[in-house]
């Protein structure tokens, strides 16, 4: 079993930056697809990025692309995503999620992943 736990949500205004953490408990996620997701009340969760714990390809979705960063710490078990260039768009609550393999395959589908963090929100206020 995996625990995941999300940090560093929080409230920012346009144009600013976060950083997201996603720290793995129970078991290590070397080796692991892990992603980001996204989600507002009432809408679907959207993929954000992901990428192999301990691989060199990332994956990002268009609406982030060049604006967001995801690493993978090996020393702590922890993948983060760096949030830049920070848009009113980009307020939701955001989730990291993992499963056994590799990304290139339906990175983006949120029904492939079988471990769930329970979330942190970002706002970012215009």
């Known amino acids: 079993q995996v625990h995941l736990v999300e940090s560093g949500g929080g409230s920012v205004q346009a144009g600013g930056s976060l950083r997201l953490s996603c720290a793995a408990s129970?078991?290590?996620?070397?080796?692991?697809?892990i992603a980001w997701f996204r989600q507002n009340p009432g809408q679907e969760r959207e993929a954000v990025a992901a990428r192999r714990a301990g691989g060199v390809i990332p994956y990002y979705a268009d609406s982030v692309q060049g604006r967001f960063e995801i690493t993978y710490d090996t020393t702590n078990d922890t993948m983060s995503l760096q949030m830049d260039s920070l848009k009113p768009e980009d307020t939701a609550q955001y989730y990291c999620?993992?499963?056994?393999?590799?990304?290139?395959?339906?990175?983006?589908?949120?029904?492939?992943?079988?471990?769930w963090g329970q979330g942190t929100q970002v706002t970012v206020s215009s």
């Open positions: 129970g078991r290590t996620t070397s080796g692991y697809c």
């Open positions: 999620a993992a499963r056994t393999g590799d990304c290139w395959y339906g990175w983006s589908e949120a029904g492939r992943y079988d471990f």
